[in-house]
C-alpha cells in the first residue's frame, strides 16, 4: 500500500475570501484578503486578482498593513507563523516563527517593531476556548527565516475573533470583548478595566457583544451586540464614571462595526445585507445602502476614506465608493449549507459546476480561481425568510460534449404532495450560455434519486436516465430534428419506463460506451441494454441496498463497482457475470477519473474521512492516506488538467491527469497537490528577474550579464570584446541586492558587510591575476614596440626604393623570437646619457 508521500491536502480553489476582515491599502488601489493557505491581492478597479501570495502550510487567519511601511503587510497563519510580503511585487520578505498556531493578528504606529497575536493559552492547543493577546517583539534580522521567541502577554481570556480586538488611539489602549465582558487595556497604566453587562435586558434582547470598534480621536468605544443594537462607550479610563449610550436599527446581531478615518461616521452591518452609515455625535442621521446581496461579515474602511469595503456570507467582496454607490464585486466560489448536486466538470468550459445562490447553478473556474456566471434554474424571486419552502436545485448532469444539462428542481410543503421539476437545458453558441429547452412538471410520483446521461459521444441520440422513489427509471431521449417542426428544434420525450419486482431504484450510471445500463434496485443491480430496454442479467450481493454504482473506464470497462450499505465495496466482472472481488469498507463515495482506470474510494472512519485510489484490475492501491479530513465526504470530482504533470514517482502518478477536489463538512473545497507542484507555484513567488533590455550601466555590469553574452556570442566581433580585462563576475551577494526592490530591503547596516566580502579578492586569486596582468602588460607592450617598428619603417621610403626588387625580398628581416624581442627591450630601458656627454666634450 502506498502511503501519502509528498501529497498533501490543500486549499487551492474556491476558498473564502469572506474568512477575515480584508485590508485596503494607502492609495486604494489594491486590496488584500486571506484565502485558504494564501493571500489574495486584488485590483479595486478591476476586481482582478494581481497577486496570490503563496508560502503558508495552513489557514491564513489574518492580513495587516505594516503600519512604519504601507508597501508591506503582514499575514499570521494557524501554521504558528507571521509572514512579512512585498504586496506590490508578490515577494515573501521575512518569516517569522512564532510557535503556537495564530488566530488573529494586530498593530499599531505607537508599537513599532512589535505585533500583537492572538494565541491558545499554552496547554490548551487548539481545542478549548482560552485564547490570549500576545505581544511579540520581531528581531532585528538579515535572515528570511527568524525565530521570535521574545512573547510577552498582554491580555488573557479573550475571544479568537478578529472583530473583538482593536487598537484606541493609535495605540494607547486595547479593547476586547469577550461574552458579556468589554476589557480596556492601557499601555502607559499597564492597567486593565472590565465593564459587565447583564445577559439580557429588560425587553428580552441578549447583551452579548460580537464586534468592537474604537473612534480614531477620541475616547470612545463602540460595540455590537447580539440583539441588534449598539453601544458606545466613553469615560472608561475611570472603571466607576463610566457612560454608554445605545443606538438601535438592525433587527438581529450586530457583525460588523468601523469608523471612518476622520472619526465622522460610524459604519454597521448584519444579517439585513444593508449597510448603515451613522453620524458620529449626530446619531439620529443616517444613510443607507441596501439589497446588497447578503448578510454582512466584515465592514474594511480604506485609510484615506474614499472607499469602504464589505464581506458578505456568500463569499463576496463589495468595494463601495464612499457609501454612495457599489464600484466593484469581488466573488469568490459560494458557500451556501449544503450542496444538494454533485461536484461536476463543465465539458466545454472545464469549470467547476454545483449549487451557487438559492435556485442557482454556479459555473467557477478552478484555473483561474474566479466565479464564471450564475444560471439561474428556477427563474422564481427567492424570499429570505426561515421556514418559507421554496424550490431548490437538487440534483444536476452533463452529457459528454456539454451541449445539454439537465436539472431537477424540488420543493416540500408541509401537507402537500412534494413538487418536481425536470429541465433540460440547450448550449447557445452566441450567448455562450444555458437556455431553457424542456421543461417537464411531475416527470416521477415521487422524489428523484438519481440521473444521468449515457456517455457515449458518437451515439446518434442523447439519452437521460433518473431514477425515483416511485419504483421505476425513465430513459428521456432527444428526438431528431426530423421528426418535430424545424421551427421547434430539438425537445425531449420519455422512451421508456423500467421497473424490477416493485423494488426502489437507488442508483443509475451508465458505461464508458454507452452500450450498458446499470440500476440498482436495494440489493439488486440489474444491467440493461439501452439499444432494445432488454434486461441483460442481475448481480445479487448479500442483503442490503446498493448506495453507488460506477463502471470502469478504458482497460477497466469489463468491471462494475457498488458499495453497499452493509459496508462492503463490491466489483462484479461482466464478461462472468460474478463477482471478481469485495473488501469491508465504509465507503461514502466512489466516483471514477474520467481520463484513466483510476477509481477514488472515500471510506468513512473514527469520524474522520480516509482515501483509497485504486484500479479495480489490481489488488493493492495505488495510494491511501488517513484522515484526509474530518467528518464524511459526500462530494468530490476528478477535474481535469490543462497541462499534464510528468510525475514519476509511483505515489503520485494517479495525479497526472487529472486533480481531485473534494468539499469537507464545513463547506470547505479541497484538493490534493505534490511537491513539484507546489515547486512550481512556489517559483513563480520568488524575487524579481531584471529585465534583458535594461540600460549598460555599471549596476548592470555588476551582476555579470555582459559576461554570459560574451561567452555566448560566436560572432567575429566578440572575439575582439574577449580580450579586455575580464570585470568581475556578479555574486550571489550583489545579486541579492540589486534584484529586490530598494523599499523592501533590510536597513544598510546588515547588508553592508555581506556586500563589502562579497567584493574582497582573496590572496591566491590575487596573486594568479596579477599574473595574468603582467603578461597582458607584456603584450601590450609588444604591440606598441611592432608599432614603433612599422612607423619607422614607414619613414624611409625613399630608402625602399632604391633598392631593387631582389634586394627588397632579401631585406625582408625575418620575424624576432621573443628572446629577442625581450633583448632589445633591455637594450632600449639602457642609460646612454655617458655617450652624450663624451660627444659634446
Known sequence: MVEHGDIRVVHRGGSKINFRKPVITNDSRFLLCASGESVKVFSTSTEECIHDLRGHTDLVTGVLIKPSNHLQAFSCSADGTVRLWDFTDGILIKTYVIGYPIFSIHASPHHEGVIFVVTPMQGDKRSGELFQLVAVHLPQSGDQLVEARELSAVLTGISSNPAATVFGRGGEYIASAN???????????????????????????????????????????????????????????????????????????????????????????????????????????????????????????????????????????????????????????????????????????????????????????????????????????????????????????????????????????????????????????????????????APHEAQITGMCFSHATDSQTTMLVS????????????????????????????????????????????????????????????????????????????????????????????????TTDSNLLCCWNLLTCSLEWSTSMDVSLLLADPLSENMAAFCCQAGCTDLFVFKPSEPRPLFSQKAVCSGMVTRAVFAPREEMLESCEESSQWLNRSQLYFLTQYMDLMTFTTKTEEERLMASSKQLVIDDSVAMTPFYLLLGKHRQQQQGGDDPQSGV?????????????????????????????????????????????????????????????????????????????????????????????????????????????????????????
Open 179 to 441: 461574552g458579556l465582558q468589554l476589557e480596556v487595556y492601557f499601555f502607559k497604566k499597564q492597567k486593565a478595566y472590565r465593564f459587565s453587562l447583564k445577559e439580557d435586558n429588560k425587553k428580552g434582547g441578549k447583551n452579548t457583544f460580537t464586534c468592537v470598534a474604537c473612534h480614531p480621536n477620541d475616547d470612545c468605544i463602540a460595540t455590537g451586540h447580539e440583539d441588534g443594537k449598539i453601544r458606545l462607550w466613553r469615560n472608561f479610563n475611570h472603571k466607576k464614571e463610566y457612560t454608554y449610550s445605545t443606538l438601535h436599527w438592525h433587527h438581529s446581531a450586530v457583525s460588523s462595526l468601523s469608523f471612518t478615518p476622520e472619526g465622522t461616521n460610524l459604519l454597521s452591518g448584519g444579517i439585513e445585507s444593508v449597510l448603515v452609515q451613522w453620524r458620529y455625535n449626530q446619531e439620529n442621521q443616517r444613510d443607507f445602502l441596501p439589497r446588497l446581496g447578503a448578510a454582512i461579515t466584515h465592514i474594511a474602511v480604506s485609510p484615506d476614506g474614499a472607499l469602504y469595503c464589505t464581506s458578505h456570507s456568500d463569499n463576496k467582496i463589495t468595494i463601495i465608493q464612499s457609501c454612495v454607490k457599489v464600484s466593484a464585486v469581488i466573488q469568490g466560489l459560494v458557500k451556501g449549507e449544503s450542496v444538494g448536486t454533485d461536484l461536476m466538470i463543465d465539458p466545454r468550459s472545464k469549470s467547476l459546476v454545483l449549487n451557487g445562490k438559492p435556485g442557482h447553478l454556479q459555473f467557477y473556474s478552478l484555473q483561474r480561481d474566479k466565479l464564471l456566471y450564475n444560471l439561474d434554474i428556477v427563474q422564481q424571486e427567492y424570499i429570505h425568510e426561515s421556514g418559507l419552502q421554496q424550490f431548490e436545485v437538487v440534483k444536476a448532469a452533463f452529457d459528454a460534449s456539454g451541449n445539454w444539462l439537465a436539472t431537477v428542481e424540488e420543493r416540500k410543503q408541509k401537507g402537500a404532495e412534494l413538487e418536481l421539476n425536470l429541465k433540460l437545458w440547450a448550449f447557445d453558441e452566441q450567448t455562450q450560455s444555458f437556455v431553457l429547452n424542456t421543461t417537464i412538471s
Open 467 to 562: 431514477t425515483s422513489k416511485d419504483g421505476h427509471f425513465k430513459a428521456w431521449q432527444l428526438a431528431a430534428q426530423s421528426q418535430t417542426d424545424a421551427d421547434e428544434g430539438p425537445s425531449w420525450s420519455c422512451d421508456f419506463v423500467g421497473a424490477y419486482h416493485g423494488l426502489v431504484p437507488e442508483c443509475c450510471s451508465f458505461s464508458a460506451d454507452g452500450s450498458l445500463l446499470a440500476v440498482s434496485f436495494q440489493e439488486v443491480v440489474t444491467v440493461w441494454s439501452p439499444a432494445s430496454w432488454e434486461l441483460l442479467t442481475t448481480l445479487s450481493q448479500p442483503p442490503k441496498a446498493i448506495r453507488n454504482l460506477c463502471f470502469g473506464r478504458l482497460s477497466c470497462s469489463k468491471y462494475l463497482l457498488g
Open 721 to 841: 570584446s574577449a580580450e579586455r580585462t575580464p570585470l568581475p563576475q556578479g555574486s550571489v551577494a550583489i545579486k541579492e541586492l540589486l534584484q529586490t526592490p530598494a523599499h523592501v530591503l533590510p536597513s544598510t547596516s546588515f547588508l553592508c558587510s555581506m556586500f563589502v566580502q562579497s567584493l574582497l579578492i582573496s590572496v591566491t586569486d590575487s596573486r594568479e591575476e596579477s599574473k595574468h596582468a603582467e603578461e597582458e602588460m607584456e603584450s601590450e607592450k609588444e604591440e606598441e614596440d611592432s608599432e614603433e617598428e612599422i612607423e619607422s619603417s614607414r619613414t624611409r621610403p625613399e630608402q625602399q626604393a632604391a633598392v631593387g626588387g631582389g634586394e627588397a625580398a632579401e631585406s625582408a628581416a625575418p620575424a624576432m623570437t621573443k628572446a629577442q624581442v625581450r633583448e632589445l627591450r633591455r637594450v632600449k630601458k639602457l642609460d646612454h646619457s655617458w655617450l652624450a656627454g663624451l660627444l659634446d666634450s
